[in-house]
């Protein structure tokens, strides 16, 4: 996938966010140069493309799914509950 061609196409319409954590993707240039990326998640019938804050893939990266999962559940349960 070219990210940043996908990046710049997202960037442009000024509605996209990280999948994980809401933060608000930035101009395009620096949302390229700050390191967001963008995946695309399998689904039963048609594939999703995400967007992935720089933050949230570090941490991903350093917990692992499940538990880089389990303590964005924390955080979304401790400010909502």
């Not at 070219?2 to 442009?12: F, Q, R």
Request: with cysteine; hydrophobic share 35%.
């Amino acid at each position: 996938m070219d990210v940043h061609g996908a990046l710049h196409a997202i960037c442009s319409t000024g509605d996209g966010y990280c999948w994980y954590c809401d933060r608000k993707l930035p101009e395009a240039e620096e949302a390229i140069g700050s390191g967001w990326d963008v995946q695309r998640l399998e689904g039963e019938r048609v594939a999703s493309i995400i967007v992935v804050c720089p933050v949230c893939q570090h941490e991903k990266s350093e917990l692992g799914e499940e538990g880089f999962l389990r303590s964005l559940t924390l955080r979304v349960c401790n400010s909502t509950c």
